[in-house]
């Protein structure tokens, strides 16, 4: 089995008014990197990205042998 890892962004874009209320928009990235060799990628995304980072988190998969 072939291990995989990535990272799964999840953040906050515009606040949109719907009606009487404002409702607060989402958004969920996943990036497939090797952080080893794919850093660069990983900084460019994030410089790029709009609104704020709500979370961060590691998407790893077990490499058997």
Not at 4 to 33: A, C, P, W
Not at 49 to 54: A, S
């Amino acid at each position: 089995m072939k291990g995989g890892q990535g990272i799964v962004f999840i953040n906050q874009g515009k606040t949109q008014k719907k009606g009487s209320e404002n409702m607060k928009r989402y958004r969920v990235h996943r990036l497939d990197i090797k952080m080893e060799k794919d850093q660069e990628k990983l900084e460019q995304f994030l410089n790029d990205m709009k609104g704020e980072v709500v979370s961060i988190i590691p998407h790893v998969t077990p490499k058997f042998s």
